[in-house]
């Protein structure tokens, strides 16, 4: 998958799938099960680092992470979250931090947060150089301090605002829009107005795609998750049975058994 192939399935009205995943395994099932794109996000901090907040993740760990990665998914279109505090301090720091995320990571494209002015103008540059640029807005983790985890956009001047947003990122040449925890009806505005395609998160079902975290799709580790989320299968309790399953018989010693022991026939003669 391709970006040019993604851009086909937007003008035939095929919905995206992309999916947010932070390793080799989980990569790897997410290719073999034909998911179009993969999103290496910063929420890598919360979901597999065990961090406060996706402000703690470094560049050092996207690129660690997003390697891993393209190793699982050689062939599924990967995109990488700029972490926090590499996009928004000047332009130039920016620019140069994205191309050095792009080179170092392999992803096929970059995500941003946010429309402000410094931001606009380095996802202009950045596209100039080549890069690919997803934007991102709604709610935006790397703002959490200010926003809070809620529904954005809530009264008619938010709104207004967010889709002056999201022309302005079109306008920068973004290749497309992540739309997070907005209402319905705005995010399906938003998408009938914009010529790029935007992938839905809590943005209800008019966006021309969706993505969900591995983990939470999977209920992997997360016993708490937003209302949009919905999870297709329950690893928690598979887990934690197979878990106690392995302890109950290594402590009763019915494991190892014959089927899992080595033997050699000189050792048994003797």
Do not use: C
Request: charged share 20%; glycine share 8%; net charge negative.
């Amino acid at each position: 998958m391709n970006l040019k192939q993604l851009l086909e399935q937007y003008e035939n009205h095929i919905p995206i799938t992309m999916v947010t995943a932070y390793d080799y395994p989980s990569a790897k099932t997410v290719e073999e099960s034909g998911i179009d794109m993969i999103l290496v996000g910063d929420s890598v901090a919360t979901t597999v680092l065990g961090l406060d907040s996706t402000i703690q993740v470094s560049m050092d760990d996207m690129i660690h992470h997003t390697k891993a990665v393209k190793r699982g998914a050689k062939d599924t279109f990967t995109v990488v979250d700029m972490p926090f505090s590499t996009v928004g301090v000047s332009v130039d720091d920016t620019v140069r931090n994205g191309m050095e995320l792009y080179k170092q990571s392999n992803a096929q494209a970059l995500k941003i947060e946010g429309a402000h002015p410094i931001t606009l103008e380095a996802i202009e540059r950045l596209t100039d150089f080549g890069v690919p640029i997803v934007g991102h807005i709604g709610l935006t983790p790397q703002s959490f301090g200010i926003t809070g985890y809620a529904v954005q956009a809530k009264t008619e001047e938010a709104a207004l605002n967010l889709i002056q947003e999201a022309k302005a990122l079109q306008e920068s040449g973004i290749v497309m829009l992540v739309l997070e925890a907005i209402p319905s009806d705005l995010a399906k505005r938003v998408t009938g107005e914009l010529n790029v395609p935007t992938i839905g998160i809590g943005a209800g079902s008019h966006t021309d795609g969706q993505v969900l975290v591995y983990h939470d799709i999977l209920q992997y580790g997360i016993h708490r998750y937003p209302k949009f989320v919905k999870p297709y299968l329950n690893l928690n309790e598979s887990i934690q049975t197979a878990l106690s399953q392995f302890r109950s018989e290594v402590k009763d010693r019915t494991f190892p058994n014959e089927d899992t022991t080595y033997k050699v026939k000189v050792w048994e003669e003797k």
